[in-house]
Every structure is written in structure tokens, then in C-alpha cells.
């Protein structure tokens, strides 16, 4: 008889994801045959934008998330200069990628260490590694001592790359120099030198621990390069732009069809959002996201997340780390768990080390900035990748100020809800099939959601309590106690 298991909040994510699936017995072996991926909280930043200058979406959206910012910022200055007709300058260029490597570095350095190695791995019987589920904890002795040992140095580290992407953002998260046009930064010469001592350093973290960790953590979970698989599409929108084209990057554009084993260009006028299973009006659904709307209806029949559904060709796609590698012929072992592990860690390193060179190319004397005047109408699409994915911002401008503004975030591709043809997300369909020994403690099935890096808090694009509205501490609470007080919210 099938078991439905809920994992509702799933931890060590950014966001709140709720998790359900039915366990059942295959073939002697017990295993997840159904899962259902919800976004459990409404945002509404498209709505907040509307009405408001363009100048203010590269601020606004930045809030969308404190873990990848930069990528929001990024994507909102693209979006701005196509819209007004302008490349920025080559020193500008070169720092938005300096201040994007960065958080893709201390992403993934976060992702590996802090959200999922303790899936895998006992700590001290302490916060942060206690409390734990206990199950299938194969990494033991010596080599548990030292990832846990790591896991404290990579806090250290990850602060440091906070630190090195500053010197040109001028804060992190939410750094204030993106802005249409260029950058506010100049490329100093103390600046230059602070963050490649950081980047020189970061760079011997990832080559001689993070990916011995990984390779310890590889070694002994061998099966977790047959679990975690999905539908095997793959999407890269491309990034860190070359040489001011937008067509030579450091990571392709492109789509991996696992059918022919081929990368395939991309043809973004073939994306649309369905919304069947979502809390959005259904004369919303299969729209691109040029023309696409944001109109929650809550509740409504059969729905169940507030994540919509974008779809390539109609078919799911995966982002991420090992999209961006595969779509670049940089990563080729195939698509699981562990694989995602190691192509995150290989992308780390590779952007270290373009990190590097991009440094000796900015200009002391050069401009940062090139004036322009906001256009009374206008229509762009700013894409680009974050650390978890593909990333676009589309933007309609009318009157001058913004008349449309939508946004597909990497987990809206990853964690989105089955669409129109009742086809599972991607994050759905790799958990399917995952053997589970335990139903109290599914470690199996949060290892595989661990491996997309889900991030809730891009996703579902704030919910305002109502005046009488009781707000409860749910970490001081049961699950069905938790349940009862979430329903007394407005």
C-alpha cells in the first residue's frame, strides 16, 4: 500500500518549498512513484514594478532574493540597455562579471558545504549539524573529521567572496552598482589588487578542498550517479558576456536535448509559462513571458504551488550548474545526484580562473558609464544565468515608466509544478523512482532536491498579513500543531 510522505518546510534551501510524494513497492524495491513540488508563498515583485521608472527594477528586483542578487541585477541592466539601444563600456562589462563570479563562487562554495554535505555526513552533536536524520550516513572516520572541519572553513570562505565581489559592488548582497548604462565602480588599482588576493585564495579552496570533498563524497555514494536523473532536458541562456556581443561568453547559450545526445541553439520565442497546476488565473496559461501576466487566484481546483510552469518546446527543462556545463561541453559524465555535485564544483573553478584574466583587462583611464535618456516605449529581454540557472527578466516599457515586467527564475524551470499535459517538473520527475529505505526519514529524496539548489525565494515572484492576522513561531511547534496554526493566518 503507498505511503504519502510530506516534507513541508524542505531545509537547508533558500525559501519555502513543501515537498509530497507517494512511496510505494516496485520490482521489491521501495521507491518514490509520485511528487508533487509546491511553492507555498505568494511575492508579487512583477505587480510591485508596475507603474514605476525602469531605473528602479535593477534595486527592486536585487530584493527578490539575498543569495543571488547580482544575477537579478544583471539581468535587469541587460534587459534596460536593450531596451534603450546601448552597450556599456568594456570596464563596466568586465565588473558586472567580476561581481557576478563572485556570488556564483560563494553559491556554490554555500551550496556544497552548508546545504547539502549534511546530507551525507554527522556532525558534532550540536547546531548547526544536530538535529539530524540518521540514515545512510556513509562518510565516517577521518574523512567525516575533515568535511566537517571544511564545512567551518568554508564559511570563512564564503564570507571572503562576499567580501572580494564588494570591492566593485560596493555592498554585498544587493550591491548598488548595477546600474543601466554601466556600473558606478571605478576599477581602482587597490581594488583590483584586494580582489584578486581574495580570488587567489578562493581559487586554492576550490582546487584542493572542495573538489577533494566532492571526491570523497563521490567515492562512497556511487549510486547517486543513477538517482536524481529527470527528464534529462537541459537549458543555458548563456553568461559572462566576452567581449560586449552578447554572443561570445564564457558559457554558451544553448538547449541539450538527451534524446540525440546534441546541443541544439536556443530558441527563447519557443518559452512559455503554463499555469495549470499553479495559482494563476488560467487565461494566463501558455503565454511567453513577453506577453505573460501575473494573476494570482488562491485557492483554485487542482492547483497546487505558486511557482508556474515555463516550458521549452513545451517540454520541462533543467538549469543550473550542470546545464551550463553540458551545454558547454565542459561537463559530459551524465546527469544525477553526483553529477551535479561535480559540475558545480568544476564551474567554480573554471570561473576562478576566467575571473582571473578578466581582472588584468579593466582600464584605470576608461569610462564606466554612457549616458542615455529612458525611452518612452520600448520592449527587452535581459537573459543570463545564476548560480542556480537560467535567469530572464522581460521588460515593457510605455509612457516611460514600466507597463509589464515578468521574470522565469531558475527554480521556476527546476521546481515548477506538472504543466498543461500533466508532465512532472524536472525537480519532480528526478524524484520519482528514488529508492527510499526509511519513510520516516527519506534522506534519499532530500539528497536529490538538495542537488537543484532550489531557491523558493526567486521562485514565486510579500504576502501582507491582515490586521487581526496571528503570527506564530512554527520552529516552537509540532507538524500538526504547526498545520492548525498556519490556518489561523490571514
Not at 576550490?206 to 537541459?234: E, F
Request: charged share 20%.
Amino acid at each position: 500500500m503507498a505511503t504519502i510522505r510530506v516534507l513541508d518546510p524542505v531545509s537547508r534551501i533558500e525559501g519555502h518549498l513543501k515537498i509530497e510524494v507517494r512511496i510505494d513497492t516496485v520490482n521489491g524495491v521501495q521507491q518514490v512513484v509520485d511528487a508533487k513540488a509546491s511553492g507555498t508563498m505568494f511575492r508579487g515583485f512583477e505587480e510591485i514594478l508596475k507603474n514605476r521608472s525602469p531605473l528602479d527594477a535593477p534595486h527592486i528586483t536585487q530584493r527578490i532574493c539575498g543569495v543571488c542578487p547580482v544575477a537579478h541585477g544583471m539581468a535587469s541592466v541587460m534587459a534596460l540597455d536593450k531596451a534603450v539601444g546601448l552597450t556599456p563600456p568594456t570596464n563596466a562589462r568586465i565588473m558586472r562579471n567580476l561581481v557576478l563570479a563572485a556570488n556564483f563562487i560563494q553559491s556554490h562554495i554555500l551550496h556544497f558545504y552548508h546545504l547539502s554535505a549534511m546530507d551525507y555526513v554527522d556532525g558534532p552533536a550540536q547546531p548547526p549539524w544536530q538535529p539530524s536524520w540518521k540514515a545512510d550516513k556513509r562518510v565516517s572516520g577521518a574523512a567525516a573529521t575533515a568535511l566537517v572541519s571544511n564545512y567551518v572553513k568554508a564559511l570563512d570562505m564564503r564570507r571572503k567572496a562576499h567580501e572580494m565581489g564588494a570591492l566593485f559592488g560596493g555592498r554585498m548582497p544587493h550591491p548598488p552598482a548595477f546600474i543601466p548604462g554601466g556600473f558606478t565602480t571605478t576599477p581602482r588599482a587597490a581594488r583590483i589588487s584586494q580582489y584578486r588576493a581574495y580570488l587567489t585564495e578562493l581559487t586554492g579552496f576550490i582546487q584542493n578542498v572542495y573538489l577533494n570533498d566532492v571526491a570523497t563524497m563521490a567515492s562512497v555514494y556511487g549510486d547517486y550517479y543513477n538517482i536524481g536523473r529527470g527528464w534529462g532536458n537541459l537549458l543555458s541562456y548563456g553568461v559572462f558576456d566576452l567581449d560586449g556581443t552578447g554572443k561570445n561568453k564564457l558559457f554558451k547559450t544553448g538547449r541539450y536535448s538527451p534524446q540525440a545526445n546534441t546541443v541544439y541553439p536556443l530558441d527563447v520565442s519557443q518559452i512559455t509559462e503554463t499555469v495549470t497546476y499553479s495559482w494563476y488565473n488560467d487565461s494566463t496559461n501558455n503565454l511567453p513571458p513577453a506577453n505573460g501576466q501575473t494573476t494570482p487566484v488562491y485557492p483554485k481546483a487542482g492547483a497546487y504551488s505558486w511557482l508556474k510552469a515555463p516550458r521549452l518546446f513545451t517540454q520541462p527543462h533543467e538549469a543550473g550548474p550542470l546545464a551550463r556545463m553540458r551545454v558547454n561541453g565542459d561537463y559530459t559524465n551524465g546527469i544525477s545526484v553526483m553529477d551535479r555535485h561535480w559540475a558545480r564544483a568544476y564551474e567554480a573553478l573554471k570561473i576562478a580562473k576566467a575571473a582571473a584574466g578578466w581582472l588584468s583587462q579593466l582600464s584605470g583611464t576608461g569610462p564606466v558609464y554612457t549616458p542615455f535618456t529612458v525611452p518612452q516605449t520600448a520592449e527587452a529581454a535581459g537573459l543570463t544565468e545564476a548560480a542556480r540557472g537560467a535567469l530572464g527578466h522581460w521588460v515593457r516599457i510605455a509612457g516611460g515608466n514600466i507597463a509589464s515586467y515578468q521574470i522565469i527564475t531558475p527554480t521556476c524551470w527546476n521546481a515548477s509544478p506538472k504543466d498543461g499535459n500533466n508532465k512532472r517538473g524536472p525537480l519532480e520527475q528526478a524524484i520519482c523512482k528514488t529508492p527510499v529505505k526509511n519513510i520516516d526519514e527519506p534522506v534519499e529524496v532530500v539528497r536529490v532536491i538538495h542537488s537543484f539548489d532550489p531557491c523558493l525565494s526567486c521562485a514565486v515572484h510579500v504576502a501582507r498579513p491582515g490586521e487581526k492576522a496571528k503570527v506564530f513561531n512554527l520552529g516552537q511547534c509540532g507538524p500538526a500543531e504547526a498545520g492548525e496554526k498556519l490556518s489561523e493566518m490571514a
